[in-house]
């Protein structure tokens, strides 16, 4: 049998310096509320970031520390600092207890280090794949977002498309009921367009029929167009 028969694991936010209890056995529920949570200047906390195992009996340690433990009847305890060594930061802690023993044996404190080292990797584990599941979620969103932006800039395109088109169809309807003759042409003198009343005064009756007319052949003075031509290439009106 040995000597350990409590305890609990504790996660360490370094941003806020906060150390959280998150699973425990071999504790009262209201012991287990008491000790759920230390800030930073707490005596827990200022033993856990000394970075080294302890294994003391409890009147070894402080007033405070000596209070809670004896509530629970517990004569030794084992802190453990669970440690990344790759950046050796503190990630947490391992904290078990004795009701029967004031000292705990040295073989409890060899398997006590073995757990220590297994929970580490467990820990990292479970945070790596919380960090890559954040990194997805964050992916999702930005997705997410630059989509629904692309969306709506198309949408306000397709909006200004149609109003273009509304606003030409207007224009068009203007000229063609415009009791004066508008018409336009390409330089080589094909009509590109004219209302109606262009058309009723070169003496056709609409518009269609004028489709395959050269204005060339509406200009009673040919020169007269090559000269505007000269003109609106060399002043551009």
Known sequence: RGTVDGGGIYLYNKNHNRLTLVCHKGLSAKYARKVKTYTKNSPQVQLLLKGSNLYVKSNELSPEIRMLLSEQGILS??????????????IGSLNLASKNFEQITAQDK?????ISARIISLILY???????KESQLLLEHKVEEKTSALNKKINELLLKKDEIKRSEHKLRQLQENLPVGIFSTSPDGRLIHLNNTAAE??????????KDVSVLDLYHQKEKRNELIQILTTTGQ
Request: proline share 3%.
């Open 77 to 90: 305890v084992a802190i453990l600092p669970l440690i990344n060594s790759k950046n050796n930061e503190i």
């Open 110 to 114: 060899k398997g006590i280090e073995s």
């Open 126 to 132: 479970a945070q790596s794949q919380e960090k890559v």
């Open 201 to 210: 005064i070169f003496g056709y009756h609409s518009a269609d029929e004028m």
